[in-house]
């Protein structure tokens, strides 16, 4: 006979075992609670010392299938921290409530509830909806269809988290909730910075006063591989909990956070498990950007050009690994002093090597205009500034040329003008001249 199935990974369940809290109290309100929140901010939250105290109510980006899955777990899903040496299984139990969207109504009061401290997002750099001056584009269809249902009245449904996150902050202030603290966590620079830009284009596009508002936004930097997980993935946790558990993610062993800005409400003890309070978050943020970054799109440009699929894999191609520390020698100068760069670069070399993440070099290379401006062409004019031939950023540029015209990975840069919008003269020569010489 065929065995019956697992059971379904369940909150009562684990904490009957004494595997799991019941619920916390609500005063996390996060948007974006794809696989790298339950990777990351979740996971922290459910490793503070005071973590009974911090539930968190998360919100989908747009699809419901997420908030499906830990509705019917009751929040709870298992993480796979996938070593070298092998797979550690933790439950995660942070998360309280999980809900579509499109929930607006339940959203807004969440926000407005004066027991809610934190507001906290991971909703891609695609999710601010930003124009080329880093203001929020008002011309995007979504913004103006947000902004006209605004207008109108109280909308059934919104499409952006910014016009989202304002009309609940407005409601915040209209009731008196007190002070709150709004968290982006995605690879934007200066990210708390963008969202306040943004919340302040959508209150003064209908007229609001959002300076009479008591919102602190914090900036962060972030970071942990977190791959797919796969039927693989679900089939090992199955075998290693007994249970099914649909919600479950896998990531690497390592992780990092470093945040700067206030918590006027309040917040969890996240630095128990390793977050970072800083002043200064410019040094962190451009760490990982240039070097980590940088780094994945040295080797995915070099690597697909010599037939690696992974990031481990180019990892042991001695060719793309002189391109990267080429590179990596040029973009630590870049990054500059207050970043620990040295030490940082030797956890790349092992989070790089680890051939168990199966991280995919044609994942990486995708939207490479966006990528190469932000993550290459600074670390080509910091090396310019320095009197330095910048010849490690130039031969990522040179491996982008050969590869495009080879169609070895998906075509993001189409024109010369399209990689190097905002670069020096210079710069564009020199850009121009490893193109040509490619």
Known sequence: MTPPPPPRLTRDALVEAGRARRPAPIRIVHIGIGAFHRTHQAWYTSRAGDAENWGIAGFTGRSPGVADQLAAQGGVYTLVERGRDGDRFHIVDSISEARASVDLDRFVALVSAPATSVVSMTITEAGYYL???????????????????????????????AARLTLALRDRAAKGAGPIAVVPCDNLPDNGRAIERSVTDVAVALGWDPTAWQVSFVSTSIDRITPHTTPNDLRAVEDATGFRDEAAVVAEPFSDWVLAG?????????????ARFVGDIAPFERRKLLMLNGGHLALAFRGLLRGCTTVAEAMGDPACRVALDRFWDEAERAVGAGAETAGYRRQLVERFENDRIGHRLDQIAVDTATKVRLRVLPV??????????????????????VGARRGAFPAGITRLDDLTSGATSVDRELISAAIVAS
Request: proline share 8%; glycine share 14%.
């Open 131 to 161: 124009a080329a001056d880093g203001r929020l584009d008002t011309d995007h269809p979504d913004v103006v269809a947000d902004l006209t249902a605004l207008r109108d009245g109280r909308p059934g449904v919104l499409h952006t988290p």
């Open 262 to 274: 206030d918590f006027p409400a309040g917040r969890p003890r996240w630095e128990d498990t390793g």
């Open 380 to 401: 080509l004019s910091a090396e310019r500034e320095v009197g330095g031939l910048a010849d490690g950023a130039l031969g990522v540029i040179r491996d982008w040329s």
